[in-house]
């Protein structure tokens, strides 16, 4: 059972009132491996997560948790990181957290031990008995983040969990996901930042407009966007980029040149004319395409 | 259930680990001791006498108005008029009202000022000019003709304003000339005061098996528990609209809807908070218990006692009943709006009608006190929201049929079922819109969506 999906959600749809804000969405999301859910504001990504989590239910679809429909069992093997996130303003540190425990059905003893051992981690043990006004927000927010590993989850949502973070921080925290990760739990984090994206996701679902744009393994999506993309530095030979068959633009940077291959062009044909032409060519290399690069090109479409 | 217990105990935490709950807690019944301390405290401190001069041609009134003011007549007639307000007066009240007026009967320092025929206008200009010297405070004119009706007693004086000293001069002033208009008339004070001594009037209630009952302490009584009632549920239903508000504002809201269902969470708010106003309304009760206890084991108050009304255990089984009906009713009303609103100070505004509410109950109370057995005492003592005030008062002033009480815990409930049931919709919506303050309309969306 280890590749059955521990989150799967079939044709899933959302309205409130005239406005549709997911609109029969599947996807699934696979243990051990860290799940990118993108989109722009106001996608639906809040609204699917709402409805993965049980605050919302779809109006049509399914939402299956380790092969179990949504219930209130359910919900606590789910921790959530919610995009507004937030603390009791004037309680102790250790009471929120003990507090958040028991909702998710953690006993004392065992939420106490757990609480010293997430705060010694984060470095906030002498932080314990303070109350929520007296941290800073990158405090608080690694606060927010021991509230939602607190109970164990299997299942880990984060909603933008790097924003406000310093990048030492940001370091840090990708470190314990990583455990997580090992310990073949499931990590689906929701993002703007694409760079965080291609680094951390193994699987990348980006939605627009309520609809699902393109899925699948990083790799995948990157592949069946294919290679078009060549960066160049040469000298002499720049007629061959004239070649219309082939190129479509250059663009000359600073040191380099950004080739934009016509569609079904191959790389390698440039690469034999450029010889054949008597340039001397220092780099050719095929550019991946970012996903920041396929995130606008979406996007905007 | 664990969640349930973890809601409730986290809401009572929060509001009795609160310094405001310690200081709210013994404040009241400390304010209630300050108001039966304080008066006494002022009334013994001493002013500055009165220098009043006396103008009496006659000769006869003014004796019988220095006479009237020394300091055991003061302090007789203060003694009189108090037993007369209050039906019932402790030795320590006495003993104040005694000192007291003791203290004041040296606030009058006389004068005679001897006319020796001079014109009135004459000896006013003399006394006016000691008054602006500071020598004198005022001055009396004592008319010759002062038997007759339409005299006129000149009293001039820079203290007008004391109405204390003003009163209580005027009073001896009155009791001088009547007395010597009575010696006038060859009637002897004694009498007087035997022929116009008001008549023993003997007043007790009765109930319905005929037994007596002192309506002045069911008065007073009624009029407490009501008053408490009331407090009560108005500070801790915006104790629950606040904690409302704050989940929201913080955005808590989202993490907990994650966690736990919402209508466990608003129950868990909703039965949290009113414990802790039960313990608060639990040491208000106890202390007033000590206090009673304490008197009681005083012998001069001990006659205080029999007049308290008598409470049975069962009418304290029906007051917690009706208060917890009440609490739930405004808990789940103030629950809704702060559910709604995006700021406490935006909650504060809405409250108005659930307070409006109370407050009625508790007008409709003195209603119930005058006559617990009218029609309308009846209606109000079953309509929901007002019951959970009027009835505790009805049933102390008079219990009423076993079967009225129980059709009132009926229609109360069932309110709370629609309340609660309502509340909770509003709350899973509302508690995660932000932003801005809903409208009538789209709240009404929310109940109707599943």
């Known amino acids: ?301 | 259930m664990r969640k349930f217990l973890a809601v409730v105990k986290h809401e009572y935490k929060k509001i009795v680990l609160k310094w405001a709950f310690l200081i709210g807690t013994l404040l009241l019944p400390l304010i209630a001791s300050l108001f039966a301390v304080v008066p006494a405290i002022i009334f013994s401190l001493k002013g500055e006498p009165t220098r009043i001069a006396i103008v009496d041609a006659s000769g006869k009134i003014a004796p019988r108005i220095e006479r009237n003011l020394t300091a055991e007549k003061i302090a007789a007639k203060a003694e009189k008029s108090a037993r007369d307000s209050m039906s019932n007066i402790s030795l320590t009240q006495q003993d104040q009202i005694k000192r007291g007026s003791e203290q004041m009967g040296s606030f009058f320092v006389f004068s005679n000022f001897d006319p020796a025929g001079r014109s009135l206008d004459d000896i006013r200009g003399d006394l006016m000019g000691k008054i602006s010297q500071g020598v004198l405070d005022g001055y009396l004119i004592v008319p010759e003709n002062y038997g007759s009706p339409d005299a006129i007693f000149e009293f001039r004086s820079r203290k007008a304003g004391d109405f204390v000293s003003g009163g209580s001069f005027r009073d001896a002033v009155n009791d001088a000339v009547r007395s010597q208009r009575l010696a006038d008339a060859n009637i002897s004070e004694k009498t007087l005061r035997e022929l116009s001594q008001n008549v023993n009037f003997d007043e007790k209630g009765l109930d319905e098996k005929g037994a007596e009952r002192d309506s002045d302490g069911v008065m007073a009584a009624s009029f407490v528990i009501g008053l408490m009632i009331y407090i009560t549920l108005a500070i801790y239903g915006q104790a629950i609209m606040a904690a409302v508000v704050e989940e929201k504002e913080t955005r808590i809201a989202e993490i907990l809807f994650s966690s736990a269902r919402p209508f466990t969470l608003m129950l868990g708010k909703l039965v949290g908070v009113g414990l802790a106003g039960l313990t608060q309304l639990g040491i208000w009760i106890g202390s007033v218990l000590v206090i009673l206890a304490v008197i009681a084991s005083q012998t001069g108050m001990a006659e205080l006692l029999p007049k308290m009304p008598v409470i049975t255990p069962l009418m304290v089984v029906f007051f917690f009943v009706f208060f917890i009906l009440g609490y739930f009713i405004y808990a789940s009303i103030f629950a809704l709006i702060g559910s709604i609103v995006t700021t406490v100070q935006e909650g504060g505004q809405f409250a108005f009608p659930p307070i409006m509410l109370m407050l009625i109950g508790f007008y409709f109370s003195f209603v119930v006190i005058r006559d617990p057995n009218s029609s309308l005492s009846f209606w109000v003592s079953i309509a929901p929201f007002l019951a959970p005030i009027t009835m505790p008062v009805r049933i102390l002033a008079e219990m009423p049929p076993f079967w009225q009480i129980a059709l009132s815990v009926l229609v109360n409930g069932a309110a709370i079922a629609g309340l609660v049931w309502l509340a909770a919709r509003v709350y899973r919506t509302g508690m995660l819109m932000y932003g801005k303050r809903a409208t009538i309309p789209e709240v009404w969306k929310w109940i109707r969506a599943s």
């Open chain 1, 1 to 301: 059972m280890i590749d059955s999906p521990s989150l799967r959600v079939e044709h899933v749809s959302k309205r409130f009132g005239e406005f549709t804000a997911v609109d029969d969405l599947s996807f699934e999301v696979r243990p051990g491996r860290v799940f990118g859910f993108l989109g722009p504001n106001g996608a639906g990504k809040t609204t699917t997560i709402r409805m993965i989590v049980g605050i919302t239910a779809p109006d049509s679809g399914t939402v299956e948790l380790f092969g179990q429909h949504m219930s209130a069992e359910m919900q606590d093997r789910i921790g959530y990181l919610p995009e507004e996130r937030g603390l009791y303003k004037k309680m102790k540190i250790v009471d929120q957290l003990r507090y958040f425990a028991a909702l998710k059905n953690v006993s004392g003893a065992e939420a106490d031990k757990r609480i010293d051992f997430w705060l010694d981690r984060m470095k906030l043990s002498e932080w314990k008995s303070k109350k929520t006004t007296d941290l800073s927000k990158g405090m608080q927010q690694k606060i927010q983040f021991i509230s939602t590993v607190l109970h164990d989850p299997d299942l880990l949502i984060l909603d933008e969990p790097f924003s406000g973070l310093d990048p030492v921080n940001v370091e840090f925290m990708i470190e314990v996901l990583a455990e997580f990760k090992t310990k073949e739990k499931t990590i689906m984090f929701s993002t703007h930042q694409m760079e965080t994206a291609e680094r951390l996701c193994n699987d990348i679902l980006l939605i627009n407009k309520s609809k699902k744009v393109i899925g699948g393994s990083l790799r995948e999506v990157k592949e069946s966007y294919g290679t078009n993309l060549i960066a160049l530095r040469m000298t002499g030979g720049e007629s061959v980029l004239d070649d219309k068959s082939i190129v479509t633009k250059a663009i000359v940077h600073a040191d380099e040149i950004e080739v934009h291959l016509t569609d079904g062009a191959d790389p390698q044909l440039l690469l034999r004319r450029l010889v054949e032409s008597g340039s001397t060519i220092s780099k050719f290399e095929e550019i991946e395409p970012s996903l920041n690069d396929i995130f606008i090109e979406k996007v905007s479409a």
